[in-house]
């Protein structure tokens, strides 16, 4: 499984960007696809996962009401729609992909089998 991330880059606070991550190769069984990111000098952190088939979704506190995750299932895709960014937001954001139904909320890192390979965001103030 391969998954490329892409739709980085420099905005200002209180702009716009949306990430999309595609998935390639055998992803029979997913269960959900999530966004993380991370800081310099931090540790990665949970942003938003989609559930593959019903569509549930959930969210870090920090985000929520300006982020939106969706997905499109026949190309196999995962967009994460970012409003209203702050500077905090400011990271490498990271896409996911597990098939292990056993993590309900998805927002623990063990929850993902594969990663794509991250895309920066910069949000200048």
């Known amino acids: 499984v391969q998954l490329q991330a892409s739709g980085g880059g420099l905005v200002q606070a209180g702009g716009s960007l949306n990430l999309s991550c595609t998935a390639s190769?055998?992803?029979?069984?997913?269960?959900?696809m999530g966004w993380f990111r991370q800081g310099p000098g931090d540790q990665r952190e949970f942003v938003a996962r989609?559930?593959?088939?019903?569509?549930?979704?959930y969210y870090a506190d920090s985000v929520k009401g300006r982020f939106t995750i969706s997905r499109d299932n026949a190309k196999n895709t995962v967009t994460l729609q970012m409003n209203n960014l702050k500077p905090e937001d400011t990271a490498a954001y990271y896409c996911?992909?597990?098939?292990?139904?056993?993590?309900?909320?998805?927002?623990?890192?063990?929850?993902?089998?594969?990663w794509g390979q991250g895309t920066q965001v910069t949000v200048s103030s």
């Open positions: 996911g992909i597990g098939s292990d139904p056993r993590f309900v909320l998805g927002s623990a890192r063990g929850a993902y089998d594969y």
């Open positions: 190769g055998s992803i029979l069984g997913i269960n959900r």
């Open positions: 989609i559930n593959w088939s019903t569509g549930s979704t």
